[in-house]
């Protein structure tokens, strides 16, 4: 074991494989090569439509010890991952790892494969039941949680090497061009699987919509994929794009929202050619809507908005407060809606989006970023994998890589969730460092990171009511009182990368 | 020397490279990986913009014997090559390959550094003056003749590897996004600068037209460019884009063009979902007039139209006579409006439209393509690279890539050119070899390949005036007589490479 620079203690070694310890935000600087996969033919002529997933799977070469890899634009509503699971279980093939760009609940379906040795490794950061019943040491089967940017370094790099990835398409041709905009799945921009379409060694289109060649417009082109299956359904269309996201309605979460909008007109970044990215919770989406009526009444005219795209955002660019919205995963409706038919609602690739590895992503050029957490710290740092009971129940998302880029990185959370205080002495783990977290608001006062001296001057000037981070754990704990720490045995059940791949953090088996 | 299997003799070794001669239109199998190039980064906050090209040179860390490469959208308007190129000489680099998607006859500015030695490799095909002073005997500089399709899969399996791609940028941002859509340079689609984005080791941005971050719409995004350089004009815009492409006026052109068009109807391709790909000619655009009045009469919607695009396709787009437009380059201003603003006209790479080491190019989807010919033989051999003097003054272009994609591959020509006979014995060099090529249309007559006698028997009954190609070309030298062949040296200074790499001719040294 290593102690990182955070006072972690991290493996040398972990699941085989040579670990870095987290030293700093500032990111190890990459060598060598971009991975680099065999050479493709499909000569003219030659078809690619096979007649459903085992076919694929056994045309792929799919072999004991392989990789594979789904996408989570279907989110909850997604069935290819089971299904696939299971067909691989029925060929007889064992001690598969999955790099998907995330799991969730839906896929505890997954769990008996692990505990049967189909599954044995998981290269992603997993939602719900997974990430439970590793923590409760019932999974005999690593797991490693990366960053939406961190996932995309992983695969160009070669630390992660997906052998056959199976991307759910929502609107396909027989030659493979994809887009996620129109059929009963659709689900909007395709941006995780774009590494994959690049990086996979075999790339699986699976469609419940085929239509005419060629696809109109294409988000992956047929230069990418290998074989195309039609499947009955991509998943519980329900589940898979939220109707709408809405503004939350608790006053709590309104306040918040309030002052976290104040921060960013202190900040100074509220002008001409802004940046912003929120998340769909309600909280965030309040934000947005705080800061669009400060942009309204002062005649901002913003560069763009990014991330996971709703509704609120394309209002935002429809009433022209953003020239345009980079946009790598749809979050409701009207965000697919939008993107299928407005040039300046563009899809982007997780590299484009997040990837610290290459000539210099999106969130490298984000003014403003409002996040969550299930914890933070007095040094700042935040937890958004493990929940206060020890489990690991949430994957990183965008939080570490948007944080890293942005010029101001706000973490928004009510003071007190669960009877429990949001703000610890030490976070349970530690997904993303305090050195990119510059201010955390809850409705009890704001935290500003001791490098913003001047920022914190101007929110006292703007009579927002600042409080070193100390005293705003004192003041919450008096409250709750002082947790008693969940107790953790020394089994490293996950490892917890920052985005350049350095570990920051490890998730331990909870003592039950 | 070796004798391909069109009884060319190509030599083993050229340019100290071992070579492959050409055996089959059938593709070599590929084998080995794609081209890595080294893991990139570019930390939040720092900057790419550079003073002008000599900075961009120096940053680069070009050197002597390295490679560097531009695009041609900027035609016979670019001015980028001639700069980068006096700025090499400045710094006093030598021994520099040039692997541009084309050189135009605006680059004659160049032939004083081949002769100086800053250049002296040219891995691309050339129109104009460097081949005619190569072909003199002037140039100690060998020179590589690739199909679009071809340099793709050159870059992509490292054949080539460019050191520094220089990629005039229309339109551009301070971090590198670009779309060639909008400016005073305006070109359009981007499409031959993608492989370069994507393979070569440094990019660099150079624009004319630096607009607030983030560009709208992205074409190349900002992952791929390490540095962007402003300079005072990309070129001469009247030269860029054509204002205007026509259908041809001239009477034979007319008549070839209907020919061409019932050949096409009688293929039994002219139906719903149709494909089609024309050059910009004016019996090209004839033979395109003529489809779509075939078209509308029939009531038949095509799927899609590709490669360079003209407002003739914008109109046939519009007028819902395709779904899609695939453009690799835009031909006239109209093309230009036209992707800028209709999300059914897509912009494609280079490797998309025609790469044969990929899953599939978009030529592999075409019905029908309409290509011409400075010469073509009685084993339907086509050469577009050499005139009837011998000179090397053209490249190939898609040329190869659509003939052998495309299920109907049609020459059109006039019988006589320059009081010259356009059928042949043999042809001074093989662009295409007969194999891709299924018709070929004169206004004397029309030759199908053998392996087509269905076809044949269909335009018989067309009344379609078909004639065996020995007999054709026996007619036409009736009236031209047998032209004096050109005289050649021993020296090879070009070799034409089939699209899979192998060596399908050479071009020699004309004996003055």
Redesign the interface.
Known sequence: MALNSLGRFVPEVFNGIKRTPYNSA??L??????????????????K?LLSGLREAIIASGLKDGMTIATHHHLRNGDNILNQVVKEIDALGIRNITIASSSVHPVHAEIIPYIKKGVITSLECGVNGPVGEAASKGELDCPIIVRSHGGRARSM??GEVVVDVAFIGAPCCDE??NMNGYFGPSACGSLGYSHVDARYAKT?VAVTDNLV???V???SI??????FVVQVESLGDPKKIVSTTTRVTKDPIGLMIAKYAAEVIRASGLLKN?FSFQTGAGGTSLAVADNVRRMMLEEKIRG??GSGGITGYFVDMLEEGLF??L?DVQCFDLRAVESIS?N??H?E?SA??YA???????????LDAVILGATEVDVDFNVNVNTESNGYLLHNTGGHTDTA??AKLAIIVAPSIRGRLPIILDKVTTVTTPGENIDVIVTERGIAVNSKHEDLKKELIKAKIPVKDIHELRKEITQITGVPRPVEFTDDIIALVEYRDGSIIDTVRRVKE
């Open positions: 500032a990111l600087t990459p060598g060598g090569l971009e991975y680099a996969r065999p050479v493709k033919i499909v000569r003219p002529g030659e690619k160009m790099t030659y493979g790339v005419p060649y060629p109109c417009p294409v082109p047929q230069t990418c994929v290998d050619g560069s763009f020239e345009t980079l038919k040039m300046c563009q982007i590299d484009t990837n610290p590895f290459n000539c210099g992503a999106v969130v490298n050029r890293a880029g």
